[in-house]
């Protein structure tokens, strides 16, 4: 078998790019951490451009091919933004070499003046085109791309105060709602800036889409990752589809987002709640003398949460997963509201305590088949 750091065959046609060094000689890492086995890179593109390599380092040659289909999902995500009016960076698949090393992942133009909307609320307001700022997220929620339902860290700005999207790598995942009820849009950006009239424009855009347009897209897309592999078009193809026919067949998807008085939660769909309580009880509630509060903090025991206070989520879902542990105990009854600000804790959850296949047969639409994401 080949070294996995030698070029090969279709490897040969990707982009090369030069890595930015820092005082000690070790690529510069856009995050300020040290430098490792997946770490995005400043580096100069091959038209002389400032930009970023987002690389990884796989073990196996199983786990090359998986990241050449999540790396494929990335550019063609990033490709079809463009395509559709949307503003968005331009992902391809690239290599630098370092110390004799190929190191291989996606490359990207570096945005300049970049800021995130965590911490930058107040430049919403001022958008400079708030309706393609829209499009951008409804297209990503086409795609599949719940990363920025909650992460404000997701959203960016460029110099001149437009949203600008980047960072595809959940796109290409079936369904538009996470936990099949909380539609994949920043919730902050809607709030502020959505309106009928540019919500209904995006999703008019997505839902006109003929299968064949969806069919070319991904092919067009698919001219910047020469390693995809047929089957990989044709699942992203599918899932384009599906999601395209949810978003013809929901009308008033999104809509109750619009403004400051949003929906505060949403009742998990009966057969998710009950997967969450079955499993959390098979797995944690082997003991009939543990009580709730005793199995629902062995499940999110080493779950992460998110935002400021990494806890209070954590807390939050806890609480309710006590509680509702209780009510199928006493009831019979299977009932989680999901609570948007929650979100990454149940996603984190989800991602214990199920498979990716069994993710994806109840909608969760958290992880991609063969690869974590």
């Given at each position: 078998?080949?070294?996995?750091?030698?070029?090969?065959?279709?490897?040969?046609?990707?982009?090369?790019?030069?890595?930015?060094?820092?005082?000690?000689?070790?690529?510069?890492?856009?995050?300020?951490?040290?430098?490792?086995?997946?770490?995005?890179?400043?580096?100069?593109?091959?038209?002389?451009?400032?930009?970023?390599?987002?690389?990884?380092?796989?073990?196996?040659?199983?786990?090359?091919?998986?990241?050449?289909?999540?790396?494929?999902?990335?550019?063609?995500?990033?490709?079809?933004?463009?395509?559709?009016?949307?503003?968005?960076?331009?992902?391809?698949?690239?290599?630098?070499?370092?110390?004799?090393?190929?190191?291989?992942?996606?490359?990207?133009?570096?945005?300049?003046?970049?800021?995130?909307?965590?911490?930058?609320?107040?430049?919403?307001?001022?958008?400079?085109?708030?309706?393609?700022?829209?499009?951008?997220?409804?297209?990503?929620?086409?795609?599949?791309?719940?990363?920025?339902?909650?992460?404000?860290?997701?959203?960016?700005?460029?110099?001149?105060?437009?949203?600008?999207?980047?960072?595809?790598?959940?796109?290409?995942?079936?369904?538009?709602?996470?936990?099949?009820?909380?539609?994949?849009?920043?919730?902050?950006?809607?709030?502020?800036?959505?309106?009928?009239?540019?919500?209904?424009?995006?999703?008019?855009?997505?839902?006109?889409?003929?299968?064949r347009r969806i069919h070319e897209m991904v092919r067009q897309g698919a001219r910047l990752i020469p390693t995809v592999t047929d089957d990989v078009l044709k699942e992203m193809t599918m899932t384009l589809i599906k999601n395209r026919d949810q978003l013809r067949a929901d009308q008033g998807w999104g809509l109750?987002?619009?403004?400051?008085?949003?929906?505060?939660?949403?009742?998990?769909?009966?057969?998710?709640?009950?997967?969450?309580?079955?499993?959390?009880?098979?797995?944690?509630?082997?003991?009939?003398?543990?009580?709730?509060?005793?199995?629902?903090?062995?499940?999110?025991?080493?779950?992460?949460?998110?935002?400021?206070?990494?806890?209070?989520?954590?807390?939050?879902?806890?609480?309710?997963?006590?509680?509702?542990?209780?009510?199928?105990?006493?009831?019979?009854?299977?009932?989680?509201?999901?609570?948007?600000?929650?979100?990454?804790?149940?996603?984190?959850?989800?991602?214990?305590?199920?498979?990716?296949?069994?993710s994806l047969a109840l909608g969760l639409g958290l992880k991609h088949r063969g690869l974590e994401a």
């Amino acid at each position: 078998m080949a070294p996995l750091n030698k070029l090969s065959g279709a490897e040969l046609a990707v982009e090369t790019v030069k890595l930015t060094l820092d005082e000690g000689g070790k690529p510069k890492t856009l995050t300020g951490d040290d430098f490792g086995d997946s770490s995005p890179v400043f580096c100069t593109l091959a038209d002389g451009t400032p930009g970023v390599l987002k690389l990884e380092r796989p073990k196996s040659m199983c786990e090359l091919k998986q990241l050449e289909a999540w790396w494929a999902h990335q550019v063609i995500s990033s490709d079809i933004m463009s395509q559709l009016g949307c503003h968005s960076v331009h992902y391809r698949e690239a290599h630098a070499i370092y110390n004799g090393e190929v190191l291989r992942g996606t490359a990207c133009e570096l945005v300049d003046g970049m800021k995130e909307l965590a911490g930058n609320e107040d430049l919403l307001p001022g958008l400079r085109d708030p309706d393609r700022a829209i499009l951008g997220t409804v297209v990503c929620a086409w795609l599949g791309d719940f990363d920025r339902s909650i992460k404000n860290e997701n959203i960016w700005f460029d110099g001149k105060n437009d949203v600008i999207y980047g960072d595809y790598g959940c796109a290409g995942l079936e369904h538009i709602n996470a936990f099949g009820v909380m539609p994949k849009v920043n919730r902050k950006l809607f709030a502020t800036v959505a309106t009928r009239e540019n919500v209904e424009d995006a999703l008019d855009k997505v839902r006109g889409l003929s299968n064949r347009r969806i069919h070319e897209m991904v092919r067009q897309g698919a001219r910047l990752i020469p390693t995809v592999t047929d089957d990989v078009l044709k699942e992203m193809t599918m899932t384009l589809i599906k999601n395209r026919d949810q978003l013809r067949a929901d009308q008033g998807w999104g809509l109750d987002l619009i403004g400051p008085e949003q929906t505060q939660s949403y009742p998990m769909p009966d057969k998710i709640a009950e997967a969450f309580l079955n499993r959390v009880l098979q797995k944690y509630g082997d003991d009939p003398n543990r009580s709730s509060e005793e199995i629902a903090r062995l499940a999110l025991e080493n779950v992460p949460g998110y935002g400021p206070d990494k806890g209070k989520d954590i807390r939050l879902v806890s609480l309710q997963l006590s509680n509702a542990l209780s009510r199928q105990r006493e009831q019979g009854q299977a009932r989680i509201e999901l609570v948007p600000d929650c979100f990454y804790a149940w996603m984190q959850l989800a991602k214990k305590i199920f498979t990716v296949d069994e993710s994806l047969a109840l909608g969760l639409g958290l992880k991609h088949r063969g690869l974590e994401a």
